[in-house]
């Protein structure tokens, strides 16, 4: 099992700054991709970044520029930078993990999401 610990949301004004962390535990013997979704009030949930790897990155394409992910594989933690926010960056933010557990199986886990509000 892996279990994943999200923190850092919170309510921020136009333009501020947020670092959202994703911390995972477990019988974890590597993990493959850590991500961040998100999924604003009636909206489907969507890609935010992913890392893979040794660290390459992927971003949609409303936040390029403004996000960056980045992860420490030694505490197996995700990290999500914010920059240069704006009303529309409001969502519940999830953290993805692909990690390769005890046993050899591979184990895909959400976290229970953490919430963005950007004031106008």
């Known amino acids: 099992q892996v279990q994943l610990e999200e923190s850092g949301g919170g309510l921020v004004q136009a333009g501020g700054s947020l670092r959202l962390s994703c911390a995972a535990s477990?019988?974890?013997?590597?993990?493959?991709?850590m991500a961040w979704y998100r999924q604003a009030q009636g909206k489907q949930r969507d890609l935010v970044a992913v890392i893979i790897g040794r660290g390459n990155t992927n971003y949609g394409d409303s936040v390029k520029g403004r996000f960056a992910i980045s992860r420490d594989n030694a505490k197996n933690t995700a990290y999500l930078q914010m920059n240069s926010l704006k009303p529309e960056d409001t969502a519940v933010y999830y953290c993805?993990?692909?990690?390769?557990?005890?046993?050899?199986?591979?184990?895909?886990?959400w976290g229970q999401g953490t919430q963005v509000t950007v004031s106008s």
């Open positions: 477990g019988n974890i013997v590597s993990i493959d991709t």
């Open positions: 993805y993990v692909s990690a390769k557990v005890s046993g050899g199986n591979y184990r895909n886990s």
